[in-house]
Protein backbone atom coordinates (compact mmCIF):
# COMPACT_ATOMS: atom_id res chain seq x y z
CA UNK A 1 0.00 0.00 0.00
CA UNK A 2 1.12 3.88 -0.95
CA UNK A 3 0.24 6.03 1.60
CA UNK A 4 -1.41 9.29 0.35
CA UNK A 5 2.07 11.46 1.78
CA UNK A 6 4.15 9.17 -0.19
CA UNK A 7 1.64 9.49 -3.24
CA UNK A 8 1.61 13.20 -2.94
CA UNK A 9 5.27 13.51 -2.99
CA UNK A 10 5.62 10.97 -6.49
CA UNK A 11 3.48 13.54 -8.13
CA UNK A 12 4.75 16.22 -7.22
CA UNK A 13 8.37 15.51 -7.91
CA UNK A 14 6.91 13.96 -11.00
CA UNK A 15 5.10 17.48 -11.75
CA UNK A 16 8.83 19.17 -11.34
CA UNK A 17 10.60 16.41 -12.75
CA UNK A 18 7.74 17.23 -15.81
CA UNK A 19 8.11 20.90 -15.70
CA UNK A 20 11.96 20.78 -16.49
CA UNK A 21 11.93 18.47 -19.07
CA UNK A 22 9.94 20.61 -21.17
CA UNK A 23 11.57 24.15 -20.35
CA UNK A 24 14.94 22.20 -21.60
CA UNK A 25 13.18 20.37 -24.42
CA UNK A 26 11.62 23.25 -25.71
CA UNK A 27 13.89 23.06 -28.94
CA UNK A 28 13.26 19.87 -29.37
CA UNK A 29 9.22 20.11 -28.63
CA UNK A 30 9.10 22.88 -31.07
CA UNK A 31 12.11 21.31 -33.43
CA UNK A 32 11.80 22.47 -37.58
CA UNK A 33 9.68 19.64 -39.42
CA UNK A 34 11.40 17.96 -42.13
CA UNK A 35 8.75 16.52 -44.20
CA UNK A 36 10.28 15.65 -47.38
CA UNK A 37 6.34 15.84 -48.96
CA UNK A 38 6.43 19.77 -48.19
CA UNK A 39 9.36 21.33 -48.94
CA UNK A 40 7.24 24.32 -48.41
CA UNK A 41 7.20 23.96 -44.97
CA UNK A 42 10.78 22.75 -44.10
CA UNK A 43 12.59 24.29 -41.27
CA UNK A 44 9.31 25.61 -40.35
CA UNK A 45 9.19 25.23 -35.77
CA UNK A 46 5.01 25.15 -34.76
CA UNK A 47 3.64 25.80 -32.07
CA UNK A 48 0.04 26.62 -30.01
CA UNK A 49 0.66 30.30 -31.43
CA UNK A 50 2.13 28.83 -34.56
CA UNK A 51 0.07 26.81 -36.32
CA UNK A 52 0.81 23.33 -38.48
CA UNK A 53 -1.03 24.57 -42.39
CA UNK A 54 -3.54 22.15 -43.31
CA UNK A 55 -1.62 20.95 -46.02
CA UNK A 56 0.77 19.61 -43.58
CA UNK A 57 -1.58 18.06 -41.06
CA UNK A 58 -1.04 14.76 -40.32
CA UNK A 59 -3.43 11.53 -40.67
CA UNK A 60 -5.78 11.78 -37.77
CA UNK A 61 -5.14 9.81 -35.04
CA UNK A 62 -7.37 9.53 -31.81
CA UNK A 63 -7.23 7.95 -28.17
CA UNK A 64 -10.53 6.40 -29.04
CA UNK A 65 -12.59 4.54 -29.62
CA UNK A 66 -10.39 1.91 -27.97
CA UNK A 67 -8.69 2.07 -24.46
CA UNK A 68 -5.31 1.54 -26.22
CA UNK A 69 -4.39 5.50 -27.25
CA UNK A 70 -2.11 6.24 -29.81
CA UNK A 71 1.46 7.46 -29.50
CA UNK A 72 0.90 9.95 -31.96
CA UNK A 73 -0.13 14.02 -31.10
CA UNK A 74 -2.07 16.39 -32.59
CA UNK A 75 -0.63 19.02 -34.94
CA UNK A 76 0.34 22.17 -33.06
CA UNK A 77 -2.24 24.82 -32.89
CA UNK A 78 -5.09 23.01 -33.85
CA UNK A 79 -7.81 21.53 -31.72
CA UNK A 80 -9.25 17.86 -31.25
CA UNK A 81 -12.39 16.48 -30.17
CA UNK A 82 -12.57 12.68 -29.48
CA UNK A 83 -16.34 11.98 -28.18
CA UNK A 84 -18.94 9.52 -27.13
CA UNK A 85 -22.45 10.51 -28.09
CA UNK A 86 -23.76 8.44 -25.44
CA UNK A 87 -22.80 5.06 -24.13
CA UNK A 88 -24.38 2.30 -21.42
CA UNK A 89 -22.57 -0.42 -18.99
CA UNK A 90 -24.53 -3.07 -18.11
CA UNK A 91 -24.10 -5.43 -15.79
CA UNK A 92 -26.67 -8.74 -15.11
CA UNK A 93 -27.61 -9.50 -12.00
CA UNK A 94 -25.52 -12.66 -11.01
CA UNK A 95 -24.67 -14.67 -8.18
CA UNK A 96 -20.85 -13.19 -8.60
CA UNK A 97 -21.95 -9.67 -8.00
CA UNK A 98 -24.85 -10.69 -4.78
CA UNK A 99 -27.52 -10.50 -7.52
CA UNK A 100 -27.00 -7.42 -7.76
CA UNK A 101 -27.29 -5.40 -11.88
CA UNK A 102 -26.85 -2.35 -13.30
CA UNK A 103 -27.25 0.19 -15.97
CA UNK A 104 -25.21 3.41 -16.30
CA UNK A 105 -25.60 5.79 -19.41
CA UNK A 106 -23.06 8.33 -19.79
CA UNK A 107 -24.21 11.81 -22.03
CA UNK A 108 -21.08 12.99 -24.29
CA UNK A 109 -18.26 11.71 -22.51
CA UNK A 110 -14.95 13.39 -24.47
CA UNK A 111 -11.25 14.06 -24.69
CA UNK A 112 -10.60 17.99 -25.65
CA UNK A 113 -7.59 18.06 -26.94
CA UNK A 114 -5.30 20.98 -28.32
CA UNK A 115 -1.65 20.94 -29.74
CA UNK A 116 0.93 22.93 -27.70
CA UNK A 117 4.25 22.03 -29.64
CA UNK A 118 5.09 19.22 -32.64
CA UNK A 119 5.16 16.57 -30.18
CA UNK A 120 3.35 17.70 -27.24
CA UNK A 121 -0.53 18.18 -26.38
CA UNK A 122 -2.97 18.77 -23.74
CA UNK A 123 -5.78 16.93 -22.76
CA UNK A 124 -8.39 17.36 -20.74
CA UNK A 125 -10.72 14.31 -20.28
CA UNK A 126 -14.65 14.63 -18.38
CA UNK A 127 -17.97 13.00 -18.79
CA UNK A 128 -20.88 15.73 -19.29
CA UNK A 129 -23.42 13.65 -17.06
CA UNK A 130 -24.20 9.66 -16.27
CA UNK A 131 -26.94 8.39 -14.71
CA UNK A 132 -26.70 4.83 -12.48
CA UNK A 133 -29.81 2.36 -12.11
CA UNK A 134 -29.01 0.14 -9.46
CA UNK A 135 -31.35 -3.53 -9.25
CA UNK A 136 -31.02 -5.52 -6.51
CA UNK A 137 -32.81 -8.78 -6.55
CA UNK A 138 -32.13 -9.54 -3.03
CA UNK A 139 -34.27 -6.90 -1.73
CA UNK A 140 -36.52 -6.16 -4.88
CA UNK A 141 -35.91 -2.57 -5.21
CA UNK A 142 -33.83 -0.02 -7.17
CA UNK A 143 -31.91 2.96 -6.85
CA UNK A 144 -30.60 5.82 -8.92
CA UNK A 145 -27.96 8.25 -8.68
CA UNK A 146 -26.57 11.19 -11.41
CA UNK A 147 -24.13 13.52 -11.72
CA UNK A 148 -20.92 14.57 -12.83
CA UNK A 149 -18.00 12.49 -12.45
CA UNK A 150 -15.04 14.95 -12.57
CA UNK A 151 -11.66 15.80 -14.68
CA UNK A 152 -8.79 14.28 -15.74
CA UNK A 153 -5.80 16.56 -17.60
CA UNK A 154 -3.59 14.76 -19.31
CA UNK A 155 -0.42 15.83 -21.64
CA UNK A 156 1.04 13.51 -24.19
CA UNK A 157 4.65 14.04 -25.26
CA UNK A 158 5.40 11.67 -28.23
CA UNK A 159 9.46 10.38 -28.06
CA UNK A 160 9.58 8.88 -31.40
CA UNK A 161 7.82 8.38 -35.03
CA UNK A 162 5.24 11.20 -34.48
CA UNK A 163 5.74 12.44 -38.20
CA UNK A 164 7.55 9.08 -39.94
CA UNK A 165 9.52 5.57 -39.23
CA UNK A 166 8.65 1.96 -38.16
CA UNK A 167 8.26 2.51 -34.37
CA UNK A 168 6.24 5.53 -32.48
CA UNK A 169 6.15 5.89 -28.87
CA UNK A 170 4.83 8.60 -26.19
CA UNK A 171 4.28 9.02 -22.46
CA UNK A 172 0.64 10.62 -21.08
CA UNK A 173 0.68 11.64 -17.26
CA UNK A 174 -3.02 12.24 -16.02
CA UNK A 175 -4.45 13.32 -12.98
CA UNK A 176 -7.94 12.69 -11.98
CA UNK A 177 -9.39 15.46 -10.36
CA UNK A 178 -12.90 15.33 -8.09
CA UNK A 179 -14.80 18.11 -9.16
CA UNK A 180 -17.57 19.34 -6.14
CA UNK A 181 -19.65 15.77 -4.56
CA UNK A 182 -19.07 12.82 -6.45
CA UNK A 183 -21.89 10.23 -6.53
CA UNK A 184 -20.05 7.11 -8.00
CA UNK A 185 -16.80 7.04 -6.17
CA UNK A 186 -14.43 8.73 -3.57
CA UNK A 187 -13.27 12.26 -4.03
CA UNK A 188 -9.53 11.71 -4.31
CA UNK A 189 -7.11 12.84 -6.37
CA UNK A 190 -5.66 10.34 -8.79
CA UNK A 191 -3.43 9.63 -11.02
CA UNK A 192 -0.78 7.51 -13.39
CA UNK A 193 0.97 7.30 -16.59
CA UNK A 194 0.33 5.91 -19.38
CA UNK A 195 2.65 4.10 -22.55
CA UNK A 196 1.33 3.78 -25.68
CA UNK A 197 3.32 2.39 -28.62
CA UNK A 198 2.78 1.28 -32.53
CA UNK A 199 3.88 0.51 -35.56
CA UNK A 200 3.53 1.35 -39.00
CA UNK A 201 2.55 -1.98 -41.23
CA UNK A 202 0.92 -1.29 -44.41
CA UNK A 203 -2.77 -1.60 -44.22
CA UNK A 204 -3.23 -2.46 -40.39
CA UNK A 205 -3.35 -0.87 -37.37
CA UNK A 206 -1.18 -1.95 -34.71
CA UNK A 207 -0.85 -0.43 -31.15
CA UNK A 208 -0.13 -1.15 -27.20
CA UNK A 209 -0.25 0.13 -24.51
CA UNK A 210 0.82 -0.42 -21.01
CA UNK A 211 -0.49 2.07 -17.96
CA UNK A 212 -0.11 2.59 -14.32
CA UNK A 213 -2.70 3.85 -12.13
CA UNK A 214 -2.05 5.17 -8.34
CA UNK A 215 -6.19 4.87 -6.89
CA UNK A 216 -7.74 5.39 -3.55
CA UNK A 217 -8.52 2.57 -1.73
CA UNK A 218 -12.30 2.21 -1.13
CA UNK A 219 -11.65 2.33 2.41
CA UNK A 220 -8.99 3.80 4.54
CA UNK A 221 -6.84 6.38 3.42
CA UNK A 222 -4.22 4.42 1.49
CA UNK A 223 -3.50 3.96 -2.35
CA UNK A 224 -2.92 0.84 -4.20
CA UNK A 225 -1.93 0.41 -7.95
CA UNK A 226 -3.59 -1.26 -10.86
CA UNK A 227 -2.15 -1.94 -14.16
CA UNK A 228 -3.63 -1.73 -17.74
CA UNK A 229 -1.90 -3.81 -20.98
CA UNK A 230 -3.70 -3.67 -24.29
CA UNK A 231 -3.19 -4.41 -27.93
CA UNK A 232 -5.52 -3.27 -30.60
CA UNK A 233 -5.46 -3.60 -34.33
CA UNK A 234 -7.65 -2.31 -36.95
CA UNK A 235 -8.20 -2.92 -40.98
CA UNK A 236 -9.60 -1.24 -43.73
CA UNK A 237 -12.85 -3.22 -44.65
CA UNK A 238 -13.45 -1.58 -48.31
CA UNK A 239 -13.26 1.92 -49.00
CA UNK A 240 -13.30 4.46 -46.06
CA UNK A 241 -15.11 2.08 -43.27
CA UNK A 242 -12.62 -0.23 -41.34
CA UNK A 243 -13.17 -2.70 -38.53
CA UNK A 244 -10.58 -3.04 -35.00
CA UNK A 245 -10.49 -5.23 -32.55
CA UNK A 246 -8.79 -5.08 -28.84
CA UNK A 247 -7.91 -6.91 -25.95
CA UNK A 248 -7.78 -5.40 -22.78
CA UNK A 249 -6.55 -5.97 -19.25
CA UNK A 250 -6.37 -4.76 -15.80
CA UNK A 251 -4.82 -6.13 -12.89
CA UNK A 252 -4.87 -4.50 -8.95
CA UNK A 253 -2.86 -4.78 -6.07
CA UNK A 254 -6.09 -4.24 -4.15
CA UNK A 255 -6.90 -7.19 -1.75
CA UNK A 256 -9.15 -9.92 -3.10
CA UNK A 257 -9.32 -7.99 -6.45
CA UNK A 258 -9.85 -9.89 -9.55
CA UNK A 259 -8.43 -9.23 -12.88
CA UNK A 260 -10.31 -7.51 -15.43
CA UNK A 261 -10.44 -8.62 -19.39
CA UNK A 262 -12.67 -7.47 -22.50
CA UNK A 263 -12.31 -7.89 -26.07
CA UNK A 264 -13.24 -4.85 -27.66
CA UNK A 265 -14.38 -4.44 -31.36
CA UNK A 266 -16.20 -1.70 -33.69
CA UNK A 267 -16.37 0.00 -36.99
CA UNK A 268 -15.08 3.04 -38.03
CA UNK A 269 -16.00 5.39 -41.03
CA UNK A 270 -13.80 7.96 -41.91
CA UNK A 271 -15.75 10.97 -43.87
CA UNK A 272 -12.80 13.08 -44.58
CA UNK A 273 -9.59 13.71 -43.24
CA UNK A 274 -10.56 15.89 -40.37
CA UNK A 275 -13.75 13.99 -39.14
CA UNK A 276 -14.66 10.79 -38.28
CA UNK A 277 -18.04 8.16 -36.87
CA UNK A 278 -17.63 4.70 -34.76
CA UNK A 279 -19.67 2.65 -32.89
CA UNK A 280 -19.21 -0.71 -31.16
CA UNK A 281 -18.88 -2.44 -27.97
CA UNK A 282 -16.72 -3.93 -24.99
CA UNK A 283 -17.26 -7.03 -24.00
CA UNK A 284 -16.72 -8.62 -20.86
CA UNK A 285 -14.47 -11.68 -20.84
CA UNK A 286 -14.17 -11.82 -16.79
CA UNK A 287 -16.55 -11.86 -13.90
CA UNK A 288 -14.55 -8.56 -12.54
CA UNK A 289 -15.60 -6.43 -15.78
CA UNK A 290 -18.27 -4.99 -17.41
CA UNK A 291 -20.92 -7.59 -19.44
CA UNK A 292 -21.17 -4.91 -21.98
CA UNK A 293 -20.27 -1.04 -23.09
CA UNK A 294 -21.96 -0.01 -26.09
CA UNK A 295 -21.01 3.11 -27.72
CA UNK A 296 -21.61 5.48 -30.81
CA UNK A 297 -19.17 8.50 -31.07
CA UNK A 298 -17.15 10.42 -33.47
CA UNK A 299 -13.64 12.51 -33.89
CA UNK A 300 -13.04 16.05 -35.27
CA UNK A 301 -10.14 17.61 -35.93
CA UNK A 302 -10.29 21.72 -36.47
Not at 137 to 143: A, E, F, I, L
Not at 180 to 201: H, R, T
Not at 212 to 222: K, M, P, T
Not at 241 to 263: A, C, D, K, P, R
Request: charged share 15%.
Amino acid sequence: MIKPPFIIRIFYNAKITICTLLVLSVPVIGSPVNDSTDIKTEGISYTLFHPVPERSLRELNADRPDKTDCPFTVDAGHLQVEMDLVNMTYNQPASKNNNIGSTSTELMPMNLKIGLFSNLDFQLVFTSYRWDKINDQNTGTDSRKAGFIGITPRFKVNLIGNDRGFFALALIPFLSLPVGKNPFGNSSVEGGLGIPFAFDIPGWDVGFQSTIHFNRNDAGSSYHSEFDNSISIGHSVFGRLSLSGEFFSNVSTYSNMSWVGTFDTWLTYQFNENFRVDGGVYIGLTSAADNWHPWVGLTWRY
